[in-house]
């Protein structure tokens, strides 16, 4: 009976958390929405949406026309990635796997860099062409991560070290993409590897929402199959989980989530890494709650990113990825002095 009565209490104290983190998550979306070059006052904010995109009301076109589709794609980005992190950590049983740190985010940009470079196109859209080579490229590196973990003697903390050699690997071919390029597209590669919320607009936001969505239909339903194998494989073998179909299902999902992150507004590090890893700290490990919690705290991080990188340019948003790498490397560093006992 108290065990039930506990069980109770700690769903009633996630639900507390995740409804915590979703009023913070639409605060800094409205905070977002209002800083810019001209601000708009949070009491004018809810009038000018309302409006509409209207000619008549300058104030509402800025909102409708260029940050509401920045802040939004920044939502749904920041989302994606850190699903994708959040995936990523529980079929590895590795506290520093994410997009980035296993070279995901990086193939995924070297195949999008490499159709813009082709003009490699899908229906005559750029954007097809950009988002379908990213996701075959980001796909390519999951398959080899599934290889290399299956090699015997392959530990997780060596399995991050070829992630970051292939992370390397994939930045270099990036670089001599740039280099062999024309200097208009050079100038665009280059400008993208950043990763910059100013070229968001409402097809990004499509994008990323779509992927995301996709992205959760297909991982919800395997909520209790995560939560057991993030007790160990074998007792999720031993369950009944089919480990390794789960593995293959979670790292295409992740090579959507990242292509289609990655395919607009560039490179973004980190987000993937850190905010699972928040969403456990409040919400502990049952998949049930720590989905929701990881998506909300990923759209949470890149809203605050997207607010400090406008604070510290003005007039102008200093790209996002600088920020999200900035404040992403001490928190690196602190899960390396973590788990410094696996190395």
Same mark, same amino acid.
């Given at each position: 009976?108290?065990?039930?009565?506990?069980?109770?209490?700690?769903?009633?104290?996630?639900?507390?958390?995740?409804?915590?983190?979703? /009023?913070?998550?639409?605060?800094?979306?409205?905070?977002?929405?209002?800083?810019?070059?001209?601000?708009?006052?949070?009491?004018?904010?809810? /009038?000018?949406?309302?409006?509409?995109?209207?000619?008549?009301?300058?104030?509402?076109?800025?909102?409708?026309?260029?940050?509401?589709?920045?802040?939004?794609?920044?939502?749904?980005?920041?989302? *994606?990635?850190?699903?994708?992190?959040?995936?990523?950590?529980?079929?590895?049983?590795?506290?520093?796997?994410?997009?980035?740190?296993?070279?995901?985010?990086?193939?995924?940009?070297?195949?999008?860099?490499?159709?813009?470079?082709?003009?490699?196109?899908? /229906?005559?859209?750029?954007?097809?062409?950009?988002?379908?080579?990213?996701?075959?490229?980001?796909?390519?590196?999951?398959?080899?991560?599934?290889?290399?973990?299956?090699?015997?003697?392959?530990?997780?903390?060596?399995?991050?070290?070829?992630?970051? =050699?292939?992370?390397? +690997?994939?930045?270099?071919?990036?670089? #001599?993409?740039?280099?062999?390029? *024309?200097?208009?597209? /050079?100038?665009? =590669?280059?400008?993208?590897?950043?990763?910059?919320?100013?070229?968001?607009?409402?097809?990004?936001?499509?994008?990323?929402?779509?992927? #995301?969505?996709?992205?959760?239909?297909?991982?919800?339903?395997?909520?209790?199959?995560?939560?057991?194998?993030?007790?160990?494989?074998?007792?999720?073998?031993?369950?009944?989980?089919?480990?390794?179909?789960?593995?293959?299902?979670? +790292?295409?999902?992740?090579?959507?989530?990242?292509?289609?992150?990655?395919? +607009?507004?560039?490179?973004?590090?980190?987000?993937?890494?850190?905010?699972?890893?928040?969403?456990?700290?409040?919400?502990?490990?049952?998949?049930?709650?720590?989905?929701?919690?990881?998506?909300?705290?990923?759209? +949470?991080?890149?809203?605050? *990113? *997207?607010?400090?990188?406008?604070?510290?340019?003005?007039?102008?948003?200093?790209?996002?990825?600088?920020?999200?790498?900035?404040?992403?490397?001490?928190?690196?560093?602190?899960? #390396?002095?973590?788990?410094?006992?696996?190395?």
């Amino acid at each position: 009976m108290s065990c039930h009565i506990h069980y109770r209490e700690r769903q009633r104290s996630r639900l507390a958390v995740t409804t915590g983190i979703a /009023a913070a998550t639409l605060l800094l979306l409205a905070l977002d929405l209002a800083t810019g070059s001209s601000g708009i006052p949070l009491r004018e904010l809810l /009038a000018s949406l309302l409006a509409g995109p209207s000619a008549d009301n300058p104030q509402a076109l800025i909102l409708w026309e260029l940050r509401l589709p920045m802040s939004v794609t920044a939502l749904f980005v920041g989302a *994606s990635l850190s699903l994708a992190g959040l995936s990523i950590q529980t079929i590895t049983a590795n506290a520093l796997a994410s997009p980035s740190t296993l070279g995901i985010t990086s193939g995924a940009s070297f195949g999008a860099a490499l159709a813009i470079t082709a003009g490699f196109t899908i /229906a005559g859209e750029l954007w097809t062409g950009t988002i379908a080579a990213a996701f075959i490229s980001a796909l390519l590196i999951c398959g080899l991560i599934l290889a290399l973990g299956r090699m015997r003697g392959m530990t997780p903390s060596t399995l991050i070290l070829a992630g970051i =050699i292939m992370n390397f +690997f994939f930045i270099a071919l990036e670089q #001599l993409l740039i280099y062999l390029a *024309s200097p208009e597209t /050079a100038q665009l =590669i280059n400008g993208w590897t950043f990763g910059n919320l100013e070229r968001a607009g409402w097809l990004s936001a499509a994008a990323a929402g779509g992927a #995301l969505l996709l992205g959760l239909l297909m991982l919800a339903p395997a909520a209790w199959q995560l939560t057991t194998l993030s007790v160990g494989e074998e007792r999720a073998k031993s369950l009944g989980v089919p480990v390794a179909r789960l593995r293959i299902l979670v +790292f295409a999902v992740s090579s959507l989530l990242v292509a289609a992150a990655v395919s +607009f507004i560039g490179t973004i590090a980190f987000v993937g890494l850190v905010a699972p890893h928040c969403a456990k700290l409040l919400l502990g490990d049952d998949q049930r709650w720590l989905i929701p919690g990881s998506i909300l705290s990923g759209g +949470f991080i890149m809203l605050l *990113s *997207s607010l400090i990188a406008k604070w510290l340019s003005a007039g102008a948003m200093l790209p996002i990825g600088i920020v999200t790498s900035i404040a992403g490397v001490p928190f690196l560093l602190a899960l #390396l002095l973590k788990s410094r006992r696996d190395f």
